[in-house]
């Protein structure tokens, strides 16, 4: 009967296209795929004669090598401490420990005096299981330790390391170590090893070559001790130095890590942070899939979305950001130029929308303004009407007290003298004449025999109805007018 974790193991098989393919290819396990995608970036197999394989089983890598290498007198030896099968002529295998002297006489005993042209290890522990994963980090990192240790008694000068890492707190203290044998040295993960995994692989170029090593440079007792921050009073020679503090190498700061050694930041707080470089340094990788979008199950609505479907966002950024542990220098320059154009894009949009939303306002306030035109234009117009009307009443008052002056004088009917020029323009006119026969009445008239005073009176009293009547003319005149002026202030108000 097989048992369950069995049928987990070839069910999660089953679904895994580099399994697939290496049985179809005949490959010995999946990791001799990664092998072949480093190589094929690198090239650190093309131009090898002499290759040692560290911790071989089952072979995976062997086969990569034997088939990279097409030279007949090429030399091949693949190490590991449990038995493999055969692969070609060309592999010699070996039986043993790395860590022990007697492996490293065995290798030297077939390498007869020559020196390998690239050293290759893809070993790690028994995963112990039940979250002890700081144990299985640092038992991996002095596997690394052992084959840097092997490399630097049988690389030759400018030959290629590659090795695999588990990124853990010790992680930056190994890579010191390392950098002081090899110039260059490339952390890279593969497009076959499971993004779930924390494991990495350092492609180290140009080795040094050094005459002599110091032990310690290769004993994990001290390369991952872990140093108290004491200060010595007496060696202090002033205040600032007492308090400076010095960099130390402590790896990943695990309290910010999840349970597979990750630190997933957010895109969009890659955009708006104020420190990007910090935080690319303090992350293992972007997602641009933030709490809210996945907290709602979809990310349609969010700027995360808008941000991934950017047209500056590229195949190559979305790639980038899924692993920053193992990006160049240039890789780490695009993404914050991609940042950088984002940004700007951004600060436009916003500006032409704050331009439009003034421009809006501004109309507004346009129209705002003409109201308040209008209104004062109305204004205006009720005041001059008021004034006029005013003005009319004061001429009314004038008039009457005119009326009222001539009277106080004695200028009324009964009065002799001539009031005004009108009775006297009325006594002399020739218009009062209509015809001929009035004229011969005019003519036969004797003017001995005619009173001035009867004449005078008559007139007078003619003046004054004529006059009277056009007082009530006007008074009536007077009255329309101001029914008038308070219908147009009703229709108005």
């Not at 203290?173 to 044998?181: C, G, H, P, Y």
């Not at 032409?352 to 421009?359: A, G, I, Q, R, T």
């Amino acid at each position: 009967m097989v048992s369950s974790g069995v049928n987990k193991r070839k069910k999660h098989h089953d679904k895994d296209k580099y399994y697939r393919l290496a049985k179809e290819q005949g490959f010995r396990s999946r990791a001799a795929f990664k092998l072949s995608q480093m190589n094929r970036k690198y090239n650190f197999l093309d131009d090898a004669k002499v290759v040692v394989d560290l911790c071989a089983a089952p072979g995976g890598w062997t086969q990569v090598i034997s088939r990279s290498i097409c030279s007949r007198d090429s030399l091949i030896i693949a190490v590991d401490i449990l038995p493999m099968r055969p692969i070609s002529s060309n592999v010699h295998r070996l039986i043993g420990d790395i860590n022990t002297d007697k492996c490293q006489t065995m290798i030297k005993r077939e390498l007869n005096t020559q020196k390998a042209d690239t050293i290759v290890c893809d070993g790690a522990p028994n995963i112990s299981g039940g979250g002890a994963f700081q144990k299985d980090s640092y038992v991996q990192n002095e596997m690394v330790l052992s084959a840097l240790k092997c490399a630097t008694k049988h690389l030759r000068h400018k030959g290629s390391f590659v090795t695999k890492v588990y990124r853990s707190r010790d992680y930056s203290a190994l890579l010191w170590v390392v950098n002081q044998f090899f110039d260059h040295v490339q952390a890279v993960k593969p497009s076959s090893s499971r993004l779930s995994s924390s494991e990495i692989y350092w492609v180290c170029k140009s080795f040094k070559a050094p005459t002599q090593v110091d032990p310690k440079l290769l004993d994990a007792r001290f390369v991952f001790e872990d140093f108290e921050n004491t200060v010595d009073l007496s060696k202090k020679t002033s205040f600032k130095k007492l308090f400076e503090k010095k960099p130390t190498r402590v790896g990943y700061d695990m309290s910010k890590l999840d349970f597979s050694m990750r630190n997933i930041g957010y895109v969009t707080d890659f955009i708006n942070c104020s420190d990007p470089i910090q935080m690319l340094v303090e992350c293992t990788g972007l997602s641009f899939v933030c709490e809210e979008c996945s907290s709602k199950k979809t990310n349609a609505s969010c700027r995360c979305a808008s941000l991934f479907n950017h047209e500056k966002t590229n195949e190559e950024i979305k790639l980038l950001v899924t692993d920053l542990q193992i990006l160049s220098k240039s890789d780490f320059k695009s993404l914050l130029d991609w940042r950088k154009k984002l940004q700007v894009l951004e600060e436009s949009s916003t500006r032409d929308s704050d331009s439009s939303s003034d421009e809006e306002s501004k109309q507004e306030q346009d129209s705002s303004d003409e109201e308040e035109g209008i209104q004062q234009e109305i204004e205006q117009m009720k005041l001059k009407k008021l004034r006029k009307a005013k003005k009319i009443k004061k001429a009314e008052r004038k008039v009457l007290a005119k009326q009222r002056r001539r009277v106080a004088m004695g200028m009324t009917r009964h009065a002799v003298d001539l009031p005004t020029d009108e009775i006297t323009q009325g006594i002399f006119s020739l218009a009062s004449i209509p015809n001929k026969e009035g004229l011969e009445r005019v003519q036969e008239i004797d003017l001995d025999q005619v009173d001035l005073k009867d004449i005078l009176v008559e007139s007078s009293d003619e003046y004054e109805s004529d006059n009277n009547k056009e007082e009530e003319d006007e008074s009536n005149e007077t009255h329309a007018k101001k029914l008038e002026r308070d219908l147009d202030a009703y229709y108005e108000t």
